[in-house]
């Protein structure tokens, strides 16, 4: 069966400080990966998605950047954190078009 | 603008009682997700649905293309139900079929 695992759970990091957040799917090949935020009190956006190896396609401008270095592998990576990077980090999956999208337990990302 | 809006922002109800959310979008769209966030932020996958109706157990998701309009609603309702719902449209001619999300419905069911 597929699975999907996430980590770190949880994040404290000081702004300017450097981010690595990693996502690996199991058990399915080839499948769209995606990167979502939860900003407090804000609906759930997407931020990246990627339908294959070193594809990445952002959808808003921002501090972040992500990349898919083997086929089964999401990174999602900062420079230098802003207070602005603070909220919810989601990894999902899906495989081919139309498809339901399977989430990650996520990554709760505190920027002080 | 592709949006997503649901209504209510927060309901409280009594153990047994029948609930509906309800999600409205504002272009065509693919398909439509429900998704149920529980207190510790993790989110599952409700139903994917693109015409008519499905059933999972005590949860039934409508959606009407014509009136861009989709409906959750849950029979019986159980304290364990209490979550956060989220309606998620997929709209045509993305990349990925990225989601758009609304910004859930805080759901309460008292014992």
């Known amino acids: 069966s597929q699975t999907i695992h996430q980590w770190p759970a949880t994040l404290v990091q000081p702004v300017g400080s450097p981010l690595s957040l990693e996502c690996t799917v199991e058990?399915?090949?080839?499948?769209?990966l995606y990167w979502y935020r939860q900003a407090a009190g804000r609906g759930l956006q997407l931020l990246f998605y990627?339908?294959?190896?070193?594809?990445i396609s952002s959808e808003v401008p921002q501090n972040l950047s992500a990349s898919r270095p083997q086929d089964r592998q999401f990174i999602l990576s900062s420079k230098k954190l802003l207070l602005s990077d603070s909220g919810f980090y989601l990894c999902?999956?899906?495989?081919?078009?139309?498809?339901?999208?399977?989430f990650g337990d996520g990554t709760r990302l505190s920027i002080l | 603008k592709n949006e997503v809006e649901q209504s209510p922002q927060n309901l409280t109800a009594q153990e047994g009682e029948f609930i509906t959310i309800n999600c409205s979008y504002s272009?065509?769209?693919?398909?439509l997700h429900w998704l149920q966030q529980h207190p510790g932020g993790g989110i599952v996958s409700l139903f994917m649905l693109s015409s008519g109706k499905k059933k999972h157990g005590r949860l039934i998701a409508t959606i009407n293309i014509q009136e861009k309009h989709s409906s959750l609603h849950i029979t019986a309702s159980h304290p364990r139900d209490s979550a956060v719902y989220i309606c998620?449209?997929?709209?045509?001619?993305?990349?990925?079929?990225?989601?758009?999300f609304g910004k859930g419905t805080h759901l309460i069911i008292q014992p």
């Open positions: 272009v065509g769209i693919s398909a």
């Open positions: 998620a449209a997929m709209y045509s001619g993305g990349g990925a079929d990225g989601l758009t």
């Open positions: 990627s339908v294959g190896i070193g594809q």
């Open positions: 999902a999956w899906s495989v081919g078009g139309l498809a339901a999208q399977h």
């Open positions: 058990g399915t090949s080839n499948p769209n």
